[in-house]
């Protein structure tokens, strides 16, 4: 087995004479490994086959995976387009294919004031694709036994022993279903600033009511239940989760530029792209750094960093059914309770014929029984699929918050990529 044991961090190299201007800078590819076994069922990989590829995703042209390149550039040009439509500022474009990279390109501008072409492996603001990241973490931790998903959350911060949020457990953290708010912590999102740490945040959570709902009787998308898990997970190992998630996840896996809080004298914060709201007609950079970091410590809902290349890795991971570099970091039955359906959800999606829905800290689309897609998305504007029966990962990051172009994309990309026509059910 080829050992995916190179750094992802650092692995799409400029090749001499490939394209760039200020709208693509883009990786001319041809050379393809020959002893790569492509198209490796979801079950397969599910049932412990991890696939046979190498870390760094090695370049490949499109047609030796089974793509025409007419897809590749239908693609870019939907980027194109929505960047001449103002409707995002920049973006960056991660494609592979039985862990080939079939596209990498980079689109528009980073910081708009400097005029700054956006280059690949810039660092972005991932906001709730941090969420997938704990949810990992903490089927580490069910797997060995150091926490239980039936555990109520009392039992480990005391905030929450109290009649309104007694009957919340882990696994209702992990589901969002404890009935818990999406809302700040005190009536602003700026409030967030005068909290310490993720504990002070788990305590405030542990007093709050009345709950939206009886725990576990419904679903309800909320950074709280995320930030509690985490703050669970320190009390229950002695450990800062960032330490946790930095050692058992992000080492392993070689994701040198995720980064749970940004820090002056990190040199990777000169990559960091500027983040851009206001839509159409109105874009307008609302942070960049200058020396300090949007949150005050690490937000374990939405406060991650990370490249298109680095959340590949983690990807791949869940891909090959919790093995990276003939390592397992995660048991099979784990990444079984990720991408199982709980809830069913009312997010728009593109991808067609499917329901929609969330595991265990992860969206999923099914058809019928069958997992289609999983993956998540950041409200700053950064999205990453998984089409397991394709062997197919994307990740289409941008800074422009408040885009709409995220179900077009998907639409886009299920059609060219995802599932071939005459494989999907239905009419």
């Given at each position: 087995m080829l050992r995916m044991q190179l750094l992802c961090g650092a692995l799409f190299l400029p090749i001499a004479g490939a394209a760039g201007s200020l709208y693509a800078q883009t990786e001319v590819v041809s050379q393809v490994n020959p002893d790569r076994e492509a198209g490796h069922s979801a079950v397969r990989r599910l049932e412990g086959n991890a696939a046979?590829?190498?870390?760094?995703?090695?370049?490949?042209?499109?047609?030796?995976?089974?793509?025409?390149?007419?897809?590749?550039?239908?693609?870019?040009?939907?980027?194109?387009?929505?960047?001449?439509?103002?409707?995002?500022?920049?973006?960056?474009?991660?494609?592979?294919k039985n862990r080939y990279t079939i596209l990498h390109e980079a689109f528009g501008v980073d910081g708009r004031l400097r005029n700054e072409p956006m280059k690949k492996n810039t660092i972005f603001s991932i906001r709730s694709m941090t969420k997938p990241l704990v949810g990992v973490l903490t089927q580490m931790m069910i797997d060995e036994g150091v926490l239980q998903l039936s555990a109520p959350v009392a039992k480990y911060i005391p905030a929450f022993d109290n009649t309104v949020s007694r009957k919340i457990t882990v696994q209702q953290l992990l589901t969002h279903r404890s009935g818990l708010p999406m809302r700040s912590p005190g009536r602003l999102w700026s409030d967030y600033g005068s909290y310490k740490s993720v504990q002070e945040l788990a305590a405030y959570w542990g007093n709050y009511g009345p709950l939206l709902f009886e725990p576990g009787t419904d679903y309800h998308y909320a950074d709280a239940n995320v930030d509690t898990l985490a703050a669970v997970?320190?009390?229950?190992?002695?450990n800062a989760a960032e330490e946790l998630i930095q050692r058992r996840l992000l080492n392993p896996l070689g994701m040198e530029d995720t980064i749970p809080l940004l820090r002056e004298g990190d040199v990777r914060v000169n990559r960091v792209a500027t983040k851009y709201a206001g839509g159409r007609g109105g874009w307008r950079p609302f942070w960049s750094w200058n020396g300090k970091p949007y949150f005050a410590f690490p937000m374990f809902a939405q406060g991650f960093y990370s490249t298109t290349s680095d959340y590949a890795c983690f990807l791949a991971m869940l891909l090959d059914g919790g093995e990276f570099a003939e390592q397992r970091l995660l048991s099979q039955e784990a990444v079984r309770r990720v991408l199982t359906p709980v809830s069913e959800t009312t997010m728009p999606t593109g991808v067609a014929r499917v329901s929609s829905s969330y595991g265990q800290l992860m969206h999923l689309y099914n058809d019928r029984d069958e997992l289609i897609v999983f993956g998540h998305s950041g409200s700053d504007g950064t999205y990453a699929w998984v089409w397991p029966g394709e062997d197919l990962i994307v990740l289409y990051f941008t800074q422009s918050r408040g885009s709409n172009t995220m179900a077009r994309m998907e639409a886009v990309l299920d059609t060219l990529l995802g599932r071939p026509v005459g494989h999907r059910s239905g009419p």
């Amino acid at each position: 087995m080829l050992r995916m044991q190179l750094l992802c961090g650092a692995l799409f190299l400029p090749i001499a004479g490939a394209a760039g201007s200020l709208y693509a800078q883009t990786e001319v590819v041809s050379q393809v490994n020959p002893d790569r076994e492509a198209g490796h069922s979801a079950v397969r990989r599910l049932e412990g086959n991890a696939a046979e590829a190498n870390g760094d995703f090695p370049l490949a042209d499109a047609e030796s995976q089974g793509v025409h390149p007419d897809a590749l550039t239908r693609l870019s040009n939907l980027i194109r387009g929505f960047l001449d439509a103002d409707e995002i500022v920049g973006a960056e474009l991660l494609i592979i294919k039985n862990r080939y990279t079939i596209l990498h390109e980079a689109f528009g501008v980073d910081g708009r004031l400097r005029n700054e072409p956006m280059k690949k492996n810039t660092i972005f603001s991932i906001r709730s694709m941090t969420k997938p990241l704990v949810g990992v973490l903490t089927q580490m931790m069910i797997d060995e036994g150091v926490l239980q998903l039936s555990a109520p959350v009392a039992k480990y911060i005391p905030a929450f022993d109290n009649t309104v949020s007694r009957k919340i457990t882990v696994q209702q953290l992990l589901t969002h279903r404890s009935g818990l708010p999406m809302r700040s912590p005190g009536r602003l999102w700026s409030d967030y600033g005068s909290y310490k740490s993720v504990q002070e945040l788990a305590a405030y959570w542990g007093n709050y009511g009345p709950l939206l709902f009886e725990p576990g009787t419904d679903y309800h998308y909320a950074d709280a239940n995320v930030d509690t898990l985490a703050a669970v997970i320190e009390t229950v190992t002695g450990n800062a989760a960032e330490e946790l998630i930095q050692r058992r996840l992000l080492n392993p896996l070689g994701m040198e530029d995720t980064i749970p809080l940004l820090r002056e004298g990190d040199v990777r914060v000169n990559r960091v792209a500027t983040k851009y709201a206001g839509g159409r007609g109105g874009w307008r950079p609302f942070w960049s750094w200058n020396g300090k970091p949007y949150f005050a410590f690490p937000m374990f809902a939405q406060g991650f960093y990370s490249t298109t290349s680095d959340y590949a890795c983690f990807l791949a991971m869940l891909l090959d059914g919790g093995e990276f570099a003939e390592q397992r970091l995660l048991s099979q039955e784990a990444v079984r309770r990720v991408l199982t359906p709980v809830s069913e959800t009312t997010m728009p999606t593109g991808v067609a014929r499917v329901s929609s829905s969330y595991g265990q800290l992860m969206h999923l689309y099914n058809d019928r029984d069958e997992l289609i897609v999983f993956g998540h998305s950041g409200s700053d504007g950064t999205y990453a699929w998984v089409w397991p029966g394709e062997d197919l990962i994307v990740l289409y990051f941008t800074q422009s918050r408040g885009s709409n172009t995220m179900a077009r994309m998907e639409a886009v990309l299920d059609t060219l990529l995802g599932r071939p026509v005459g494989h999907r059910s239905g009419p």
